[in-house]
């Protein structure tokens, strides 16, 4: 004898146009309210864009000027005992920068700015700072 529940069962897994339409309608609002969200984020993506290159020009154009002087390019930490650091900062991310062999120019390791001495000429670029 044929069991026709195996039939029965295959057409009851099948979705009704009216259970199909429920599911579009509630993916159209998840959509749209992740679309408003979206709009949302760009908007604070953008605000925060512009407060981040504003704060950035003005740290390179009036940098903490007790402790950091802005020269040849780069910032300059002044030390508590007179004199400046080793080696300058970034004037983007306030990280001290290297010389690969003092041959290339001193590289910021988070942004990649680069200047336009390297090691080599270092001792140069250091006697015009400021005293
Ligand atoms: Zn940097």
Redesign the pocket.
């Known amino acids: 004898m044929f069991d026709f529940t195996v039939i029965w069962k295959a057409f009851a897994e099948i979705p009704t146009a009216g259970a199909l339409s429920v599911r579009l309608d509630f993916l159209k609002d998840h959509l749209q309210r992740a679309e408003a969200r979206i709009k949302e984020l760009e908007a604070e993506n953008a605000s925060l864009t512009k407060q981040l290159h504003e704060a950035n020009k003005e740290a390179v154009t009036n940098p903490v000027s007790q402790e950091l002087v802005k020269h040849a390019g780069a910032l300059w930490e002044r030390l508590p005992t007179g004199g400046y650091a080793d080696y300058p900062m970034?004037?983007?991310?306030r990280?001290t920068?290297s010389s690969f062999q003092n041959v290339i120019p001193f590289r910021?390791h988070?942004?990649?700015?680069l200047t336009n001495f390297n090691g080599r000429e270092l001792v140069g670029v250091r006697s015009k700072l400021p005293s």
């Open positions: 970034c004037p983007h991310c990280v920068m910021c988070k942004c990649r700015y």
